[in-house]
């Protein structure tokens, strides 16, 4: 996966910033960082195939609730409850904000 478009639209903010008038060594630097960007973003993506060795995804999380759920013989409303509160933390937490919640809790 090559989804660099991150470090691109960093560097048309920083290029905005500095200005449209870029001395040749202020570009050097904006290369340098999108190619650190890249090397960064890459780095992560390939640990994290590593590590998991299969994709993830908020739909797999959900679905890891759903079997836990029914483990736990939770009835549909209580189920379609838990997901649609899940559901909407995808959007107001970070991954990094949602293993901090998981690691500093005792479960």
Do not use: P
Request: aromatic share 10%; glycine share 6%; charged share 25%.
């Amino acid at each position: 996966m090559k989804n660099y478009g991150i470090a691109a639209v960093m560097r048309r903010e920083l290029e905005k910033v500095l200005s449209k008038d870029l001395t040749a060594e202020q570009t050097k630097i904006l290369d340098q960082a999108e190619n650190l960007f890249k090397q960064v973003y890459q780095t992560g993506f390939n640990e994290a195939r590593l590590i998991g060795g299969e994709e993830w995804s908020n739909n797999a999380c959900l679905g890891y609730a759903i079997l836990g759920a029914r483990k736990m013989r939770y009835s549909e409303e209580q189920t379609k409850k838990l997901i649609r509160s899940m559901y909407s933390q995808f959007d107001l937490t970070s991954v990094g904000e949602a293993i901090e919640v998981y690691n500093k809790s005792s479960y």
